[in-house]
């Protein structure tokens, strides 16, 4: 008989190699190459010789099938999730350690209880009791939901499967993290790629037949991938990610993928003492709540996938004597991107910055990737060179090219509801970009020249 071939696992990418080698050929992550034994338990082979059944094929439109959801009752969990859990559907939730994942899906496991509905949270990390003095600490001791500290697929799909839980499946399953679960039938320990996989396979499998919501959470790893195969995130129907600086109390829930619903969505929390509270109106959270306006103050009304969050942009220019290389700090934006407003600003404005210290910060810890942020970063390092403070109760959106024109974005309608609702009168965006929304009065700006005037200029 040959010697069964020697098989290695990329624990990055999933990739499989037969021999050892430092650097995986397939995602080139470094030492990432493990070797695992063969997995028989998925083994299709013996299944195609004979004894197979027939088919049945279904037409596209079945009436009375509707995607029914259910409401898990934390608004912003299910806004994320594109309204709600999807019964036999699997979820795999990321997010770095300590961001709340095990807070918030022990929230939403309690209001599922709380209304009735079956929820069972499964720790592999952390024991029984310590969940349990979360659920304390959160005010929920009193929700039935049914906990448990375990880490054998095994020995949880046999209590699923038993007496306990005979014809009433749960509606959400939690099992909190994949990379703690084991399966006896498959060789490696537990968190290595086939673990993982064997893993999730058997709980989804679970999950599909029996019609139960599952939530994987998955750890991250220091570049923001989840751990494990990205095949994880091929076997799930929806991949979200939990996000926020730990230093700051918003968090952002992300859908990556989904099956089911838009991605793109998102929901917003803060973590206060009582756990993650829903937040239904970000913009407050980003704003500083200033009345009087301040130099190098700008607002943008950023869009989170469909949603609009205005945030604060803060400039601060300190003018140096001496020949030293002035510093640029960013938080909160692309670096290079500020190199090359001020580029602009220095090229088509005539604007001098290169005696001079930049510091951009985007207010409340939060991230612009929207590059319609360019208009509102512009006005805020103008304002703080001039030492002027900017029209008062105004937003700023637009893209801004090479040449110094300010390009449309999508989204201005939006955009100005957004500032509307929030009590700013004025919206300072692309020419042709958009029309006068209820509320706001339009100002277009074709070129970014056109604004230094205005700002500069004594009114
Ligand atoms: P946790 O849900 O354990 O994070 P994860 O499962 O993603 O690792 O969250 C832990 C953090 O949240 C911890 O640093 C403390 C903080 N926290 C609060 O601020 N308030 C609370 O009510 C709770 C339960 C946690
Ligand atoms: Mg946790």
């Given at each position: 008989m040959a010697k069964p071939r020697r098989r290695f696992v990329c624990q990055a990418c999933g990739s499989l190699s037969n021999r050892w080698q430092g650097q995986c050929a397939d995602c080139g992550e470094w030492n990432t190459l493990v070797e695992e034994v063969p997995e028989t338990v998925f083994s299709a082979r013996h299944h195609l010789s004979s004894g197979g059944r027939a088919i049945a094929f279904e037409p596209l439109d079945a009436p009375g099938e509707r995607l029914q959801r259910r409401a898990t009752g934390l608004a912003e969990f299910d806004r994320a999730l594109g309204g709600g859990l999807v019964p036999g559907s699997a979820i795999l939730m990321g997010g770095d350690p300590?961001?709340?994942?095990?807070?918030?899906?022990?929230?939403?496991?309690a209001r599922i209880a709380q209304a009735g509905g079956r929820a069972v949270y499964i720790s592999g990390e952390e024991a029984?009791?310590?969940?349990?003095?979360?659920?304390?600490?959160?005010?929920?001791?009193?929700?039935?939901?049914?906990?448990?500290?375990?880490?054998?697929?095994?020995?949880?799909?046999?209590?699923?499967?038993?007496?306990?839980?005979?014809?009433?499946?749960?509606?959400?399953?939690?099992?909190?993290?994949?990379?703690?679960?084991?399966?006896?039938?498959?060789?490696?320990?537990?968190?290595?790629?086939?673990?993982?996989?064997?893993?999730?396979?058997?709980?989804?499998r679970y999950a599909k037949e029996n019609g139960v919501a599952l939530v994987l959470v998955g750890h991250v790893t220091k570049d923001g991938a989840i751990a494990g195969p990205r095949v994880l995130e091929h076997m799930v129907d929806v991949v979200m990610s939990f996000e926020g600086e730990r230093s700051h109390q918003y968090r952002i829930l992300r859908s990556l993928k989904n099956r089911f619903g838009p991605v793109d969505e998102i929901g917003v929390f803060a973590m206060a003492g009582q756990g993650l509270e829903e937040v239904a109106n970000p913009s407050m959270l980003f704003l500083s709540g200033r009345e009087e306006p301040v130099p190098g103050s700008a607002v943008f009304p950023a869009m989170e996938g469909t949603r609009p969050v205005l945030v604060e942009i803060q400039a601060l220019i300190v003018r140096l004597a001496s020949g030293a290389t002035p510093r640029r700090?960013?938080?909160?934006?692309?670096?290079?991107?500020?190199?090359?407003?001020?580029?602009?600003?220095?090229?088509?404005?005539?604007?001098?910055?290169?005696?001079?210290?930049?510091?951009?910060?985007?207010?409340?810890?939060?991230?612009?990737?929207?590059?319609?942020?360019?208009?509102?970063?512009a006005a805020a390092l103008i304002s703080a060179l001039g030492d002027r403070p900017l029209p008062g109760a105004a937003v700023w959106f637009g893209e801004i090219s090479l040449a110094g024109e300010v390009r449309p974005v999508a989204h201005s309608a939006i955009r100005q509801r957004e500032a509307a609702k929030l009590g700013f009168t004025r919206a300072f965006g692309p020419a042709g970009g958009g029309k006068t929304e209820a509320?706001?009065?339009?100002?277009?700006?074709?070129?970014?020249?056109?604004?230094?005037?205005?700002?500069?200029s004594p009114a």
């Open positions: 300590g961001i709340g994942k095990s807070t918030l899906l022990l929230q939403a496991a029984a009791g310590q969940v349990r003095l979360r659920a304390e600490r959160l005010g929920l001791a009193g929700a039935p939901v049914s906990l448990a500290a375990a880490t054998s697929v095994r020995d949880i799909l046999t209590t699923l499967g038993g007496p306990e839980f005979l014809g009433a499946a749960p509606a959400l399953l939690v099992i909190d993290s994949i990379q703690t679960m084991h399966s006896d039938q498959i060789e490696g320990a537990p968190g290595t790629v086939s673990q993982v996989r064997g893993c999730a396979f058997e709980l989804i700090a960013v938080v909160g934006w692309d670096s290079g991107r500020l190199a090359m407003l001020l580029a602009v600003l220095e090229a088509r404005c005539g604007l001098n910055f290169s005696s001079a210290e930049v510091y951009l910060n985007v207010a409340g810890g939060y991230r612009l990737a929207d590059p319609a942020a360019d208009l509102a970063v509320g706001v009065s339009y100002v277009e700006i074709a070129l970014l020249p056109n604004i230094v005037d205005r700002i500069l």
